[in-house]
């Protein structure tokens, strides 16, 4: 029972190099977001998604962009990479409406950028 | 968009002391309510909910929570600290517009457990 899975759990980018923040659910759940944490500042929404095809920003979407192409699948694109994109980056998901209120949490991406 | 509030981003107690961590929250609907638990190195962790029906409710590592509407808040408790309760908690609000649910969270407050 995977749950969320995310890859990599570890990288350092140099700045202006892109990269693809993978992430996938195996629990057939609509919703999915994508979340940074920084220091003392909790969790800030970047996208979130309610099904396939379906996408649109949170409070922080700004260098970022993604896709959601299958139910599973939502991928975190990072153009250009900048020192204020180092950060913790969780991706999530929900399935509002079948029981479960809550969100489902990966383990997290940590991205350095130098 | 709500807001929530975590009063005191550090919380120090002894082994065996009364855990108490503190969520204050802003809503204009009812609100669905949770405490996450983040352990170093790791991803967030459902450690209890509250939707509807019971004030009081309790969750995993004997940690319970009351949501108390005319306070607008939803504090967490343990009334027994153990040395492994040490992490990040978070305390988080969702908003069922219509049938999406957008999570709001607050900055955390870290638990240290002394000895």
């Known amino acids: 029972n995977a749950g969320v899975t995310q890859t990599p759990k570890f990288r350092i980018l140099k700045i202006g190099q892109s990269m693809t923040l993978q992430c996938t659910q195996d629990?057939?759940?609509?919703?999915m977001y994508w979340y940074r944490q920084d220091p003392g500042m909790g969790l800030k929404l970047i996208y979130y998604?309610?099904?396939?095809?379906?996408?649109d920003k949170g409070e922080v979407p700004n260098g970022y962009n993604v896709s959601r192409s299958t139910t599973e699948d939502f991928p975190l694109r990072l153009e250009l990479a900048a020192p204020s994109q180092t950060s913790v980056y969780f991706c999530?998901?929900?399935?509002?409406?079948?029981?479960?209120?809550?969100?489902?949490f990966g383990q997290g991406t940590r991205l350095t950028v130098v | 968009a709500q807001s929530v509030t975590q009063l005191g981003s550090h919380v120090s107690v002894s082994e065996g002391a009364l855990v108490l961590l503190r969520c204050n929250y802003s809503?204009?609907?009812?609100?669905?309510l949770f405490w996450y638990v983040q352990y170093p190195n790791q991803g967030l962790q459902l450690l209890l909910k509250?939707?509807?029906?019971?004030?009081l409710v309790k969750g995993i590592n004997g940690f319970e929570a009351e949501f108390k509407k005319s306070e607008t808040s939803f504090h967490l408790t343990k009334p027994s600290a153990h040395m492994s309760d040490a992490a990040e908690y978070f305390c988080?609000?969702?908003?069922?517009?219509?049938?999406?649910?957008?999570?709001?969270f607050g900055s955390g407050t870290k638990l240290n457990v002394k000895p």
């Open positions: 629990m057939n759940h609509n919703y």
């Open positions: 998604s309610v099904g396939a095809g379906i996408t």
């Open positions: 809503s204009s609907v009812p609100p669905y």
């Open positions: 988080a609000v969702s908003e069922p517009i219509y049938n999406f649910n957008k999570f709001y």
């Open positions: 509250y939707t509807t029906g019971a004030t």
């Open positions: 999530a998901s929900s399935r509002p409406g079948q029981g479960h209120t809550e969100a489902f």
